[in-house]
């Protein structure tokens, strides 16, 4: 008999580890379809999901993750509860760089 309770806490204990793990699934924004979003993404629908895709298809990748509130249906509550879901990776929009700037060199006057 507890043969059998070390074993059904054992099952459960990997039952519930490999539910987690699922539910940590990430999901990049700038590649999922609407199907993908609307799986992971809490709050938001297949019709939220599609207004993404469409938003993406318009507008090109999304920079990041806040960008995500410009979209219709779409508000800052609802980025910040799937914060740790989004991912932006893949056809990010590349960070704008200053050119580097260089000095005048001045000539160094003798005495």
């Known amino acids: 008999m507890k043969l059998f309770t070390v074993m059904l806490k054992s099952l459960v ?3 519930l580890l490999a539910v987690s793990a699922q539910a940590t699934e ?12 609307d799986q992971v993404l809490v709050n938001v ?26 979209v219709k249906g779409i508000g800052l509550k609802t980025v910040e509860r799937n914060r740790d879901l989004i991912e932006v990776r893949a056809g990010a929009a590349p960070t ?12 160094v006057e003798r005495r």
């Open 13 to 15: 204990l990997t039952l």
């Open 26 to 37: 990430k999901v990049d924004i700038n590649t999922a379809s609407a199907a993908e979003l």
């Open 45 to 70: 629908g297949p019709a939220k999901a599609q207004a993404i895709v469409d938003h993406r298809q318009a507008n090109g990748p999304f920079g990041s993750v806040e960008e995500l509130a410009l």
């Open 96 to 107: 704008a760089r200053k050119p580097a700037t260089t000095a005048a060199v001045k000539p």
